[in-house]
């Protein structure tokens, strides 16, 4: 009998479960036609994701397999393989051992026999390579990240300010990147994604261009340019988001597609006429961070199954509301992420689609062809559907369709703009929903913020005075008289944040399950006091709530909860 360890990677991803023969006979058919290996292209067609070949090839070839992000890079081991050396072979020095003369080098395919030979040839006599199987994507980012593009920026300049042409710069793909203006604009969009900006700004003023990005929603000044770059940059951006390079003085839309470290990433591109020209913000599409598992979301247990329980409902209106750039539709995402199944017809409306998803049939709203949300839901509903997620209740009509297909047995979910999940109830009236409708047709409602994460590393811990035990809810003093002694954090900074103090971001969150006593509520027009209590009661937990339970747990600062959150009914 066969070792399973022995069998071909396509039936040992069958036995696993994990492909069906019907997707294997696919790719064997693209295989023919494109002379790729069976593991990138059934990662290409989204039957597998990078992780479970990486796996399943690792257990074949009884070698150890690594996740590159979870692995320190030592800088002696990139110095001993050029950056072209390492793009041409997609491979990634990790660290190299000392006392045993052996360098632990990352690779996608450590069978290439021809590239391991290349490298030891050029390697100092006496050290030896021990592969280690890793993503080819992770392998690409780490090139990209290790390597720096940073002064890959400074090179293009200079050479755009002195007509020098910088090899260094061009890397291994000077045919491609011949144009000095199409490498700077592709390593400031690479550099964006690198240091994990939502978004680019591109801002000129009478003498200068502003380069911010946004970064854990604050806004930072990454360069400052002369403006004569800008028309030939601005020129370069409509070029690849697809837009009318003659059009200067109306506000145009595009989008960007380009592979940065292995992956896919997209790019909202926006241009509006300023004073002083054409401002471009492009916001970052990046599909690995849109899609977050549903125990990813920083949910306390409680809430989590209390999320699970409302998802499981099987029709009914689920809504997630909040302001522009508090993580809506990455939330969706992972609920949808969650329940994608075979089993179940998903359908999403969407203006525009965001991150596309594997089996979750997609739908971008189309003004000109006349399908906005509303008659994109009636459109939908003759296609079979269990799930429908329409991307934003704008008006009567569409509130008004989605509640129609919350009763005639489909499960909803859509997001809403106001500031709390109890606000819902008196937006969805405002915009002329009946409140006997809502009443059992509302599932619950998520309200969320995000707030910047404490950096680890230089967050400093103090002692709680009055004012903010107080907006901690809790006793200033002890059952002995003495101040209470609370431990929180605030921000310092270090290198290894950019010295802002925050790395990262996390959700607070408040979830709203309907009960039928709020659902009594709703239907005889009850204030958002009384629903607020009849919640209260029930043990809803508010942003505030969630906020300062961060806070607590030293996740994050009162200030920056402060800063999405209005703290001040704690003081009354």
Known sequence: MVEQAKLPLGKKLILKGVISEDQLRIALIEQKQRNEPLGKLLITLGFVTEATVREALSENLNQQSADLNSLVVDAIALQLIPKEVAKRYRVFPIVYERHSDNLILA????????????ISAMLVKGITVTPLLVNESDIQRAIDQYY???????????????????????????????????????????????????DLHFEPEQSFLRIRYRIDGILRQIRSLHKSYWPAMAVRLKVISNMNIAETRAPQDGRISIKFSGRQIDFR?????????????????????????????????????????????????????????????????SI???????????????????????????????????????????SMMRQDPD??????????????????????????????HTNSAIGSVSRLLDIGILPDIMAGNIIGIVAQRLVRKLCPHCREAFSADGLELRLLGLPTEDDAGKPNAQTIYRAVGCERCSHQGYKGR?????????TPALDELMARRASSRELKNAAAAGGFH???????????????TLEEVSRVVDLTDRLS
Do not use: C, W
């Open 336 to 378: 949808l992420n969650h329940i994608n199944t075979e089993s179940v017809n998903i359908m999403t409306l969407e203006d525009p689609v965001e991150y596309p998803m594997n089996m979750i049939r997609q739908t971008s709203v189309n003004e000109s062809a006349k399908m906005g949300f509303a008659e994109g839901i009636r």
């Open 506 to 514: 996390i959700a607070i969150i408040e979830l709203l399950k309907m």
């Open 148 to 198: 720096g593009f940073e002064l890959s920026i400074d090179g293009i300049l200079h050479e755009i300010e002195t007509g020098e042409v910088n090899y260094s710069s061009m890397g291994s793909t000077s045919d491609e990147y011949s144009q000095p203006m199409v490498r700077l604009i592709d390593a400031l969009l690479a550099d964006a994604v690198q240091n994990g900006a939502s």
């Open 107 to 118: 690779m996608s395919d450590t069978s290439n026999i021809v590239a391991l030979d290349q």
């Open 542 to 556: 508010s942003l505030v709530d969630d906020g300062v339970r961060r806070v607590i747990e030293g996740v994050t």
């Open 387 to 416: 799930i429908i997620l329409v991307g934003e209740i704008r008006d009567k009509e569409t509130a008004e369709m989605a509640f129609s297909a919350a009763m005639t047995g489909h499960q909803v979910y859509s997001t809403l």
């Open 269 to 333: 591109a926006s241009a509006q006429p300023t004073t002083h020209g054409e401002n471009f913000v492009l916001r970052v599409l990046d599909r690995q961070k849109g899609i977050v598992p549903l125990d990813g979301l920083g949910l306390g247990e409680s809430e989590l199954s209390l999320l699970k329980l409302m998802i499981a409902r099987p029709d009914g209106v689920i809504l997630v509301t909040g302001p522009t750039g508090s993580g809506k539709t990455t939330t969706l995402y």
